[in-house]
């Protein structure tokens, strides 16, 4: 078989540029819970594009033979699995969202893949390091402008007018409401977040960064100032803000990885000198004492932590049941959430997206062979990464990549932008420059660990494995923006490790059928999610933006309805809509028959796993049925405070709700539902899962007091 011509520097720099963007850009997108706002849909599209770049430059040999190992194959079954877990669990869940992870699944899936065939040597792999080790410096600097600047201001406002804050937040809590109480506790909390929706969640990223920033070796002579001491000017903002975080799970990866690091260059000397041990506790303490001293930290983060563990094991053992039930195929991404309040405990604290354990949270959404793949893949990375490397340690001339990486990482702010605003969380003026000032500070002091040619193997596994046990105990491995730091951790291990065979060429007519697969996938996603999501999600955020009348209000969301037939966020708030107007005016004809249309619409396209749906229809039904008084508004109301208490079981206040709807309807179950509901409210310790005071009154005035704790 003849080889495939040499890659031409222009052409594999430009693609490895455009990679280097998205995987640069991703997590300055939130990930977390933007799944039905399609937050990651441009980055699919984009991979895919990508891809489709890559694979008729391949059939028209403009890039080189395809490397791929056993490994590569295990991974990317790993991802099709997920893939096609969650887009056959999308019909029975919740569709749109359980699609667009679907979508998540692909483009982490080629991120690996093209990574793996582009970097052609160890001092590019430092290069797109270092481009992330800015990016987690960035990410750290929105981070202390938060602590220092916005969340001062913001409790600051919230004590000046509270009810004005609480408005703008689109919560309504009275006055000595749990609801009100909870919304006070986040708002006391100092955790900054960055460009993430959970602390952790940045506190993941960081880790994993400052990891390898300290295990990568660097051989470069110190002859500068920016040599010897960069990589420390680097670390510090990391390190500060990850205590910042108080992510207990972090925190001890870090503790784990930093002692084994130390051990192992303690056993070889000249690995080690006493001064920069010195300097390391010097610090270390230094930070720790800042920390307290301003309130970054405090004795709960230690105090606190067995209660917290207490929690994950609560929500573990909810994972298990889970897990039981669907032990092969899981449950797909996107549904975990609405499944868990089947299983959650009453005692647990609260309703939880996933399980803060990688291995039961891949297992729970994709099954045990999924389960299974990814352990093999781990294991396969380690043994990896442990053999020397095979790859140059020194460009030559043409393979000369970095200034390509340089320029994709100033794109990617620039992709992000596009990205966050699409899904109505904007990168301001102030984030953007945050981001270019301490990301290319943080690259030009990383100049000297950028060239040096010291194996990069080992640090790689550090980071991993320093990501996977803060993993353990906490959510991420489902999130791209935490996720994509591990597998791009993979891929670079991988092609930098010796291959088990040599690069193949690829006949041009299977890569030209290989680009058109991935050119009618993106064009599918393009269509199917991003377009009707972009669009829906504008109209919805028409209707929320200003008060427009009742007739423009319906005429936007019927638009954002035909606009994602999957979304039932427009029949929601058109079913409140219809209500509404039927309370404003309860003579005028066809506003209840509307209302009816409208939830029977928004239950058909919500999950029906979703109690929170049900529990909010029932709510709805109720309120029609009050205003009108037709039996047929008590018996829907009935029925969906049942779906409410079957998919959440364990919870006071949907007991309640179901015990007095059923009262009203003169049904006898109702005392027996009353009598769950004041004992799931005895056993929760959790103020926010009480029965507040409306609740207890209603059932006290049916004849059900609450009774007496034995």
């Given at each position: 078989?003849?080889?495939?011509?040499k890659?031409?520097?222009?052409?594999?720099?430009?693609?490895?540029?455009?990679?280097?963007?998205?995987?640069?850009?991703?997590?300055?997108?939130?990930?977390?819970?933007?799944?039905?706002?399609?937050?990651?849909?441009?980055?699919?599209?984009?991979?895919?594009?990508l891809?489709?770049?890559?694979?008729?430059?391949?059939?028209?040999?403009?890039?080189?033979?395809?490397?791929?190992?056993?490994?590569?194959l295990?991974?990317?079954?790993?991802?099709?699995?997920?893939?096609?877990?969650?887009?056959?669990?999308?019909?029975?869940?919740?569709?749109?969202?359980?699609?667009?992870?679907?979508?998540?699944?692909?483009?982490?899936?080629?991120?690996?893949?093209?990574?793996?065939?582009?970097?052609?040597?160890?001092?590019?792999?430092?290069?797109?390091?270092?481009?992330?080790?800015?990016?987690?410096?960035?990410?750290?600097?929105l981070?202390?402008?938060?602590?220092?600047?916005?969340m001062?201001?913001?409790?600051?406002?919230?004590?000046?007018?509270?009810?004005?804050?609480?408005?703008?937040?689109?919560?309504?809590?009275?006055?000595?409401?749990?609801?009100?109480?909870?919304?006070?506790?986040r708002?006391?909390?100092?955790?900054?977040?960055?460009?993430?929706?959970?602390?952790?969640?940045?506190?993941?990223?960081?880790?994993?960064?400052?990891?390898?920033?300290?295990?990568?070796?660097?051989?470069?002579?110190?002859?500068?100032?920016?040599?010897?001491?960069?990589?420390w000017?680097v670390?510090?903002?990391?390190?500060v803000?990850?205590?910042?975080?108080?992510?207990?799970?972090?925190?001890?990866?870090?503790?784990?990885?930093?002692?084994v690091?130390?051990?192992?260059?303690?056993?070889?000397?000249?690995?080690?000198?006493?001064?920069?041990?010195?300097?390391?506790?010097?610090?270390?303490?230094?930070?720790?004492a800042g920390?307290?001293?301003?309130?970054?930290?405090?004795?709960?983060?230690?105090?606190?932590?067995?209660?917290?563990?207490?929690?994950?094991?609560?929500?573990?053992?909810?994972?298990?049941?889970?897990?039981?039930?669907?032990?092969?195929?899981?449950?797909?991404?996107?549904?975990?959430?609405?499944?868990?309040?089947?299983?959650k405990?009453?005692?647990?604290?609260?309703?939880?997206?996933d399980?803060?354990?990688f291995?039961?949270?891949?297992?729970?959404?994709?099954?045990?062979?999924?389960?299974?793949?990814?352990?093999?893949?781990?294991?396969?990375?380690?043994?990896?990464?442990?053999?020397?490397?095979?790859?140059?340690?020194?460009?030559?001339?043409?393979?000369?990549?970095?200034?390509?990486i340089?320029?994709?990482?100033?794109?990617?702010?620039?992709?992000?932008?596009?990205?966050?605003?699409?899904?109505?969380?904007?990168?301001?003026?102030?984030?953007?420059?945050l981001?270019?000032?301490?990301?290319g500070?943080?690259?030009?002091?990383?100049?000297?660990?950028?060239?040096?040619?010291?194996?990069?193997?080992?640090?790689?596994?550090?980071?991993?494995?320093?990501?996977?046990?803060?993993?353990?105990?906490?959510?991420?491995?489902?999130?791209?923006?935490?996720?994509?730091?591990?597998?791009?951790?993979?891929?670079?291990?991988?092609?930098?490790?010796?291959?088990?065979?040599?690069?193949?060429?690829?006949?041009?007519?299977?890569?030209?059928?290989?680009?058109?697969?991935?050119?009618?996938?993106?064009?599918?996603?393009?269509?199917?999610?991003?377009?009707?999501?972009?669009?829906?999600?504008?109209?919805?955020?028409?209707?929320?933006?200003?008060?427009?009348?009742?007739?423009?209000?319906?005429?936007?969301?019927?638009?954002?309805?035909?606009?994602?037939?999957?979304?039932?966020?427009?029949?929601?708030?058109?079913?409140?809509?219809?209500?509404?107007?039927?309370?404003?005016?309860?003579?005028?004809?066809?506003?209840?028959?509307?209302?009816?249309?409208?939830t029977?619409?928004?239950?058909?396209?919500?999950?029906?796993?979703?109690?929170?749906?049900?529990?909010?229809?029932?709510?709805?039904?109720?309120?029609?049925?009050?205003?009108?008084?037709?039996?047929?508004?008590?018996?829907?109301?009935?029925?969906?405070?049942?779906?409410?208490?079957?998919?959440?079981?364990?919870?006071?206040?949907?007991?309640?709700?179901?015990?007095?709807?059923?009262?009203?309807?003169?049904?006898?179950?109702?005392?027996?539902?009353?009598q769950?509901?004041?004992?799931?409210?005895?056993?929760?310790?959790?103020?926010?899962?009480?029965?507040?005071?409306?609740?207890?009154?209603?059932l006290?005035?049916?004849?059900?007091?609450?009774?007496?704790?034995?």
């Amino acid at each position: 078989m003849k080889p495939s011509p040499k890659p031409q520097p222009p052409l594999a720099g430009l693609l490895l540029a455009c990679a280097t963007a998205l995987v640069v850009a991703r997590p300055l997108v939130p990930s977390e819970m933007s799944a039905a706002r399609g937050g990651g849909q441009l980055f699919v599209v984009s991979w895919l594009l990508l891809g489709t770049v890559w694979a008729a430059c391949l059939a028209l040999g403009r890039v080189g033979a395809v490397r791929l190992r056993l490994i590569d194959l295990l991974v990317l079954a790993l991802f099709g699995i997920q893939a096609a877990v969650a887009v056959a669990c999308a019909a029975e869940g919740a569709t749109r969202p359980a699609l667009n992870l679907a979508g998540e699944q692909i483009a982490l899936a080629l991120s690996y893949f093209l990574l793996r065939q582009l970097i052609p040597s160890m001092s590019t792999a430092r290069a797109l390091l270092a481009a992330m080790i800015a990016l987690a410096v960035a990410e750290a600097a929105l981070g202390l402008y938060q602590y220092a600047v916005t969340m001062p201001a913001t409790r600051a406002a919230y004590r000046a007018q509270p009810e004005l804050s609480l408005r703008e937040a689109g919560i309504d809590a009275p006055p000595g409401s749990a609801q009100r109480a909870l919304f006070e506790q986040r708002l006391a909390s100092t955790e900054p977040l960055a460009r993430f929706e959970l602390t952790n969640s940045l506190a993941g990223l960081l880790l994993v960064w400052l990891v390898v920033l300290a295990a990568a070796r660097a051989d470069v002579p110190a002859v500068s100032f920016v040599a010897r001491w960069g990589p420390w000017l680097v670390g510090l903002p990391l390190g500060v803000v990850l205590l910042l975080t108080k992510s207990r799970s972090a925190l001890v990866a870090w503790a784990v990885v930093l002692g084994v690091l130390a051990l192992r260059r303690f056993a070889h000397r000249g690995w080690i000198s006493w001064p920069r041990v010195l300097l390391a506790v010097v610090v270390l303490t230094a930070a720790v004492a800042g920390a307290l001293a301003t309130g970054g930290l405090d004795r709960e983060v230690l105090t606190e932590a067995p209660k917290s563990l207490g929690y994950r094991l609560q929500y573990w053992q909810a994972t298990g049941q889970m897990i039981r039930q669907s032990p092969w195929w899981g449950v797909g991404y996107g549904n975990f959430a609405d499944q868990y309040t089947r299983f959650k405990l009453p005692e647990a604290s609260e309703e939880i997206a996933d399980p803060h354990n990688f291995v039961l949270e891949t297992w729970a959404n994709s099954g045990m062979f999924a389960g299974v793949l990814l352990a093999v893949v781990l294991v396969g990375f380690f043994r990896s990464g442990v053999q020397p490397s095979s790859v140059p340690t020194k460009p030559s001339g043409n393979d000369q990549l970095e200034h390509w990486i340089a320029a994709g990482a100033v794109a990617a702010p620039i992709v992000a932008l596009a990205a966050s605003i699409l899904i109505g969380v904007p990168l301001t003026a102030i984030d953007l420059l945050l981001v270019y000032l301490a990301g290319g500070g943080a690259w030009l002091l990383l100049i000297g660990w950028r060239r040096s040619m010291a194996p990069l193997g080992g640090a790689m596994l550090y980071g991993a494995a320093a990501l996977l046990i803060n993993l353990l105990a906490a959510g991420g491995i489902g999130f791209p923006s935490v996720a994509g730091s591990l597998w791009l951790l993979v891929a670079l291990t991988v092609a930098i490790a010796p291959p088990a065979s040599a690069a193949a060429a690829v006949q041009p007519l299977r890569a030209a059928v290989a680009a058109v697969c991935l050119l009618a996938a993106m064009l599918l996603v393009y269509s199917g999610s991003f377009l009707p999501v972009i669009a829906c999600q504008a109209r919805l955020e028409s209707v929320s933006a200003m008060p427009n009348p009742p007739d423009e209000q319906r005429a936007l969301l019927l638009e954002a309805a035909a606009a994602d037939p999957l979304a039932p966020e427009p029949w929601s708030n058109l079913a409140q809509l219809e209500l509404e107007s039927a309370r404003q005016d309860p003579e005028r004809p066809g506003d209840l028959e509307s209302f009816r249309e409208a939830t029977a619409a928004w239950l058909a396209h919500a999950s029906p796993a979703s109690s929170a749906a049900w529990l909010h229809a029932g709510d709805l039904y109720l309120a029609a049925f009050h205003l009108q008084g037709k039996p047929v508004d008590l018996d829907a109301a009935v029925q969906a405070y049942r779906r409410a208490v079957e998919t959440y079981p364990h919870h006071a206040v949907r007991r309640a709700k179901l015990a007095l709807a059923l009262a009203e309807a003169k049904y006898p179950q109702s005392a027996a539902e009353a009598q769950q509901a004041w004992r799931l409210d005895q056993l929760t310790p959790h103020a926010d899962q009480k029965l507040p005071e409306e609740l207890r009154a209603a059932l006290e005035r049916q004849g059900w007091p609450e009774p007496r704790a034995n």
